[in-house]
């Protein structure tokens, strides 16, 4: 084998870790007192202090918009998954900020 084919099957090395930044997270869900309890516990136990906190009931639906400081792409994205996940929660946006 070539050493350039042989470069080829090497894994290219790994990128620098990235830079912490800035996440707003909307949250969706079914009005219910157990929902936002839920939303913060993904962040408190992780030992964050969401920047902002906004929740709003319109009819029967609750809106929470977070912002949270500090935080890898990858911890996020894992915690927008987890939101997800959490029951009543319909929708989870997430976005980064400069």
Known sequence: MSSAAAAALVAPPSEAPSAVGVFAFSIRAAVDPGVMPRVLELFAKRGMVPRRWV???SGDELT???EVHDLLPDVA???ANCL???TF???VL???HA
Request: aromatic fraction near 6%; charged fraction near 20%; glycine fraction near 0%.
């Open 89 to 91: 929660v319909d929708v």
């Open 94 to 96: 997430m976005t980064a």
């Open 64 to 66: 929470i918009d977070v």
């Open 77 to 79: 994205e894992y915690i």
């Open 55 to 57: 929740s709003a009931v």
């Open 84 to 86: 997800r996940q959490v």
